[in-house]
């Protein structure tokens, strides 16, 4: 094999892993962990991923952390009318044959509250999570130009995250 050959067959195996990104653990698939990149001195962000329970038992997410942060909360974000109401929760239940999408504008996702630094497109970072049946799994989020639902949240809403219901 000629060394074009193996570049080439390397960078396909970089591409196939990078696109990949995905996790295991037990019975539970973890797909796709993103953050969104943060504006200026922004401390906060979200993370998203999705959690699909293929098993016959139910597991439940217990925790986060992550060492870009000084704290991982879950959160769901729901909206009543045109005010949008967040909150942080002990614990998410992932159902047996059941899939969770962590996304933006509605739902449940991760906040990363006391950013280290900024997440700026292209780093990565490690994201531990901690389930009762499946245990720890890590994972390595990528940060992205996520987009939000336009309607959904201004800036404000993302740019200072203090204010939560428990």
Do not use: C, W
């Not at 591409?15 to 990149?37: C, E, M, N, W």
């Amino acid at each position: 094999m000629t060394i074009q050959s193996l570049v080439a067959v390397a960078a396909l195996l970089l591409t196939s892993f990078v696109q990949a990104h995905s996790y295991t653990a037990g019975s539970l698939k973890i797909d796709h962990p993103a953050a969104r990149a943060t504006m200026g001195s922004q401390s906060n962000g979200g993370a998203y991923l999705q959690i699909e329970n293929s098993g016959s038992t139910d597991d439940v997410l217990l925790s986060a952390s992550s060492p870009a942060a000084a704290n991982v909360e879950i959160h769901n974000m729901t909206m009543e009318g045109d005010v949008m109401k967040m909150r942080a929760l002990d614990k998410l239940e992932i159902k047996a044959g059941s899939k969770i999408e962590m996304k933006p504008g509605n739902g449940y996702h991760l906040m990363l509250m006391g950013l280290k630094k900024p997440l700026k497109i292209g780093d990565k970072f490690p994201l531990t999570l901690t389930f009762k049946k499946a245990g720890k799994v890590k994972v390595s989020v990528n940060v992205e130009a996520i987009a939000m639902p336009a309607k959904q949240m201004n800036d404000d809403d993302m740019h200072e995250h203090h204010h939560h219901e428990h």
